[in-house]
């Protein structure tokens, strides 16, 4: 089948079914509060704090799945009322420490320029080239292998995304998206604030502290492992194209049943990034009757792990590189010239 008729294949599955949709929310919601609840009656009991850390801990997919919720409120393709998409998507931002609107313009310019080499920079993760990273400075250096190091990635700049960075507007934003962020801020400021006098300031951050420091490590490892593999896509802008982009600058991550549930089924990224009006509930479905979308290399979830030390685009080979792989290229090159 060809784009257009592919296309066209594709937009069958656009259109949000409200039922699924508050179904799944409500199931999320039900979840996440009767989570918190018990956490906060373990902590009346006078229940070990270890243990109470531990079960705060393992609440953490719950929060990404109502983050990929909001994301798809995002793209309006969860309700066919866009006024419904953002009222959602405004009450999840605050349990997700993410203002809806500011988001979803960094969001928007990642689908618009993804797998661009001239268009990076905003709403994705720091990528230099071969070439980039030898002519850089011994300080740019430094900082790419420091920003590039899974510890990094992982246990300091995520959390510190979610929790200090996402308190600010990103960069060129506009009166709406300072607005939304002002409004999520004072949200949170109010919960955490009635809470806090309720049950306690070492209660609330007893609770929500390891809750929101493993979803923004397991969000920003679901984000990373689409777009970061070793046959990754990246192209100049005159090359560039959008379909190449979507097919092989997104990974098809499988999970297990239960982890796709838990993750929105955004292991289909390709997908989503093909028709971002798809519902997360409805891209299993899209892949399952829909040839085309099978044909491409998957990344099986434990062999995932893997691309944690690919670090560096190729242009020569176009794969992604370790650090060390990227050495040895440029020693040979020095030798051959």
């Known amino acids: 089948m060809d784009q257009v008729e592919l296309h066209k294949a594709l937009n069958r599955y656009t259109r949000p079914d409200t039922w699924r949709s508050l179904f799944q929310t409500a199931t999320a919601l039900g979840i996440y509060l009767t989570s918190v609840t018990f956490l906060v009656v373990l902590l009346h009991l006078k229940v070990p704090f270890g243990f109470i850390l531990i079960l705060s801990l393992l609440v953490s997919p719950i929060v990404v799945q109502i983050f990929i919720i909001l994301h798809d409120c995002c793209h309006m393709s969860y309700f066919t009322s866009s006024r419904a998409c953002s009222l959602l998507g405004h009450i999840l931002g605050v349990l997700t420490f993410t203002a809806y609107y500011d988001w979803q313009r960094t969001h ?12 990076r920079g905003i709403g994705d993760v720091w990528l230099m080239t071969l070439d980039e990273y030898r002519k850089a400075g011994r300080w740019t250096k430094l900082r790419y292998r420091v920003y590039r190091n899974p510890f990094f990635i992982f246990f300091v700049s995520a959390p510190f995304l979610f929790l200090v960075l996402n308190r600010f507007p990103s960069k060129g934003f506009r009166k709406r998206e300072l607005q939304s962020v002002l409004f999520t801020d004072s949200m949170l400021v109010l919960l955490l604030g009635f809470l806090s006098w309720w049950i306690g300031w070492k209660a609330v951050l007893l609770i929500f502290l390891p809750m929101m420091l493993g979803a923004s490590m397991l969000g920003v490892w679901l984000f990373y492992v689409q777009h970061q593999f070793r046959r990754v896509y990246w192209a100049h802008n005159g090359e560039w194209n959008r379909y190449q982009a979507a097919m ?20 289909y990224h390709h997908i989503h990034h093909l028709a971002p009006r798809i519902p997360n509930y409805r891209l299993k479905e899209c892949f399952d009757e ?48």
């Open 108 to 119: 928007g310019i990642h689908h618009r320029f993804m797998a661009n080499l001239e268009k």
């Open 248 to 267: 092989e600058g997104s990974s098809l991550y499988m999970m297990p049943a239960f982890l796709r549930w838990l993750s929105g089924n955004i292991g």
């Open 290 to 337: 829909i040839p085309e979308m099978q044909e491409i290399d998957s990344v099986p979830y434990l062999s995932g792990l893997r691309n944690i030390c690919l670090s560096i685009w190729d242009e020569d080979s176009r794969l992604l590189v370790s650090f060390r792989e990227a050495r040895a290229i440029m020693e040979k090159s020095e030798a051959e010239s």
